[in-house]
């Protein structure tokens, strides 16, 4: 079982930037493929970014590119989204997920319980 707790969310203006952070518990960290989602209010969830296990590789949804910044620390079992030139349509609450393995969008195994990033334009 992966415990998964987001934080760093909050109220910041356009065009400003935020990191998030997502904690996981247990010691095989880095067996584990991470990624972002995020759901806003009356919209389905969406892909944000995606990193393997090592750091090695990471995917990003086309409308994140060049503005999102997917990391992590195996060292530190945390995950981490940096969040620049933010528009008042990335409001939404955004979740942290793991997969055993190799990534998957549509079979991750465990998530976060969500953390609410509102940008003000």
């Known amino acids: 079982q992966v415990q998964l707790v987001e934080s760093g969310g909050g109220l910041v203006q356009a065009g400003g930037s935020l990191r998030l952070s997502c904690a996981a518990s247990?010691?095989?960290?880095?067996?584990?493929?991470m990624a972002w989602f995020r759901q806003a209010a009356g919209k389905e969830r969406e892909f944000l970014a995606a990193?393997?296990?090592?750091?090695?590789?990471?995917n990003y949804a086309n409308f994140v590119k060049g503005r999102f910044t997917i990391s992590r620390s195996n060292a530190e079992n945390t995950v981490y989204l940096q969040m620049n030139s933010l528009k008042a349509e990335d409001t939404a609450v955004y979740y942290c997920?793991?997969?055993?393995?190799?990534?998957?969008?549509?079979?991750?195994?465990?998530w976060g319980k969500g953390i609410l990033v509102t940008v003000s334009s």
């Open positions: 997920a793991a997969r055993r393995g190799a990534f998957d969008p549509y079979g991750m195994d465990y």
């Open positions: 990193i393997s296990g090592r750091g090695v590789t990471t």
């Open positions: 247990g010691r095989t960290f880095s067996s584990y493929s």
